[in-house]
């Protein structure tokens, strides 16, 4: 940590500030400058209390060296965290299992809300067919008005379990507060939304749960302040997350969001967990899906979250940016190819 | 609703869709274009399902001219919506309640959070001397930092409630999920943090309480996604709700976040519901307080949030924005005489 | 064109409107909504002055259905637009000619500036070697700071034509000042940096140059305004064009700018010039140059352009950002499994 | 500044580094962290190139502590500058001469575009008499798209200097390209519009002429950017310089851009130059201008730029955000109450 004392401040009260930092257990190093003293702390900086140090009348600015993130951070976990789902039907020739993480390139699929049981059952079944590895679906929706569909609550958390029985694959789905968790207990991993990336006693409740966590970046939240979401569910101790860009809040309306694929490789860079991409919610627009999907392995991404629904014209919610099934094998095909250039698997 | 149809469509096709969307009832008007048709929908258009209209694959482009709020909206309720608060104790010299909205420019002051009895109550008693209408301090924080100070929680909430008691003043504080409601039985308004504007769940609970909302507007949304977000409130019944604006995130960084004040004027034409401004959040810089504050007077705004400590330096969250009752007083004098010009009391 | 007039404006004043408007010489119908009237213009409304009908009071909205380009708009020309360049020495094994555009993917590498001879000669044919189709290397630099290096001049542009005799590339350069254009005569492509693609006396000039342009967007320009930029160019009679996504301006800064890879896919749709991406100057880090390079390809660009240095720890400029020849090498044997599958030629 | 080495590098390594950056004059002071060490460098830091250091493969983070501007600085020169402008004509009452910056709120007003003779006297008349102190009017015109209005050019800039002496108020006007600098030489003060704020070559030729210089934002530029810019102008010798916050690029679209008000202390704070808000363009909205105009006072502003026009409903360029005559008169009568409470003259 350096800390910027400003241009004139006497040395009797730089020494005090030193004095009382130091009480807190850091060194400090004084550097005279042409104009200004600079301190560098050195020790165990996050003890600190940055804004308190901000608030300091002596003080110019406060520049932070080291990541506020621990868990999370690749210095100290150096190797990949891959989470693995038991499949829900064990066949002769299905896979017992399915990862995320690691050399797969995992690919979750379904429709944007859960609307039947012939709905889901048809959608999971195409996506399976295509080599999908997850089933997605909303249960409960974030809807922007109180006067839209909001979802089949429930009910449609019954019809994800179901179908996972019939198809064998695990299911995801997003869950909006914390009283609906217990109705999670058969979903194979817990989304948490955008909108939520800052529900700080979601996450803190999800930390002390055992399920494996989807935890999406908010609209216009920072790399770090990401990694600080996903710390505050591993200082609950669950350190089953999986990071996901979904685009952020730009000034054009030629898409719906921004994908912003290179935090990929820079989250790759500096954390264990894995991160995969959604380029239905980033864009909105069905047909810009698959070139984001195949920039998505280019950048290294672990996998993506697609919208697929058999009719995406009476979709109940997002129906512009659903593909159909056959769009959606024909992207599987494409996804293969450039999948084995990057030497993962699908 | 203008529905432009892509060029080359058959009219045939056009005449489908047309009869489709005039079984919902509403009546479709076709003007033929140069290179395309275009279709009006007249009547109730709130019954059309925007997402599914643009999924369909005749649709270029869907505009809606009406705004999709109803109960926040200005051209339904033209009369502005005031409310008041008891105050917690009645003197001779006291005002037995306070206002938000109408003639009023009210001010709430106060610690970022609550910290002990001794630091609460002697902020209350000087921004009361000052002028301030309400009292404000944090008992559940949300930190972006698992490690950072959470707040005091119920303890904190206690000793607001002692502290009104003692001053008189009606008291803000946050609630951050859904549970902790039945704490907040003595709090006079409750505060929507930025971070929990689209936690529909939170909002739709709060619908169903009778309790005033202090509701801001998240970090990067729109100013009709924050009328959305007090719509879901007022959806429940509950149409006790103080709008905030409290800055937006940009690409700079002198301040923490952008202060968006013609949002205020914007705000008051579009809904009846009051709008205050919380410069503390917005720049993040106390020495800046002051002039955004008669700001927030000079565009219109119904009062603003103030952070006030005592002892800055050693706030336990927030110090940097926070001003000293001294500074608040000088504020408050300064802030009298733009009243005046615009006709507001204080 | 759609206009929605205020509620409460009455049929007179409607009727008097729609005349001043038919005298203009476009069609107007009017639907009478539940609140208000809106009126559909047909015909060639680029007659109409947005402007004026949005101050005129009885106006609420006005909405654009067309676009407002045309020369650049795909609609009226349907196919690729290609450019062709040729070689500066034709020997047997060399081509004659490279082309932007079509089933090209044409890769423009060079140092971000020009130093001297034997660095431009030595990295000229060190990404010949590995592929590149074009020389680029700035020879009049756009700096933040007047106190930073600002180019070596006309003795860059001289060096950069040297290098184009030896090396055969094509060369490309960025030009910052219409008096600097008789100094580009042996420049084979003009590029306009995002600080000038609004500079509209420079694009005037550049619309009566023969020179093929490189037009890059706007750090917070939108799409249209890029190809309202492109437009411009375009109106004098110059179509020879490739447009440039290389990044905008974000709230975080991992990385220098977004790179926005969405705009390319929705560029393709809507224009029929080529689109390019910078990926240097996008994110501002070598080593993420080689997944956004491939996350190019992917999404649908007509090539790159790519910083390459020899000695990236001493370049003048922008070392962090470039690529040094083996790294270059290594990202063009990649590209070129990525080109294959999409069915491009590097 | 401040350099942050990678973790692991021998100190063999970092010793060569501390040579190679005393070899350029300055003092290396190095602390060794827990993980990592960190050098302080002291003296005139300008002479190293921060984009070398960052391209060091032994640095992981360069931090700069000071400002990059010097002349444009407070720190090096406290008091504020203040312009004087000749007005045109001495009449027993008029004043001889006007000034911005210092005590004064200086009022600019007029049309968007200069259109005819008439129209603009008969404006200049009318701001006069209110109190404005400067008339603005645009010759030639920036517009995005080539087919709108461009002005009327050299015969604007005639009627321009007609009406000054006329009217004695003396005349700002923008500048698009170098070449039209001749046609300048009677214009008071010339403008450089946001979309030529980082027009590098324009910026130097400005330093070169005598005349004051109203520098606009760029719609994405930081604070820093603009002083940079304005350091261009002054690194040629030319101080006269006004710096003007007219709106930047936001993610909503109530306004056509963000008025980021809080600018306004900033730069007060980092700079000796007087500060201008255009409330015209930022917002884009006629009834919006009166609100923030009143801001700007309240938070510091040394004037305001404001769009008047005799008959916005039939302005060629911009209507919809000019004011009337009368509507600019009541204005004035407002902002004299807020100047009196600044202790500011109008």
Known sequence: MIIAIKPGVSRDEINKLITDLENLGVKVDASQGSSQIVLGLVGDTTVINDEAVRANHLVE???????????????????????????GKETANAAASVKIGGPSFSVIAGPCSV??????VSVAEAVKKSGAAFLRGGAFKPRTSPYSFQGMGCEGIDLLVKAKKESGLPVVTELMEISQLELFEDVDMIQVGARNMQNFNLLKELGRSKKPILLKRGMASTMTELLMAAEYIMAGGN?????????????DNFTRNILDLAVVPALKKKTHLPVIVDPS???????????????????????????????????????????TPEQFDNLMNKLRKYAEIEGKTI
């Open 61 to 87: 600015r406060v520049i932070r060296v080291q990541e506020p993130y621990k868990r999370a951070n690749r210095i100290f976990h150096p190797l990949d965290t891959v989470l693995e789902f038991k499949c």
């Open 115 to 120: 609307e039947s049981r012939e709905q889901l």
């Open 281 to 323: 919610h980033a864009t909105g627009l069905a047909w810009m899906v698959p070139a984001m999907s195949k920039a998505a392995i280019a950048v290294g991404a672990d996998g993506i979250i697609v919208e697929v629904h058999n009719d995406p014209e009476h979709a109940l919610c997002d129906g512009e940016q659903s593909l």
């Open 239 to 251: 350190s089953q997350i999986v990071l996901c860009e979904r685009g952020i809040r730009g000034f």
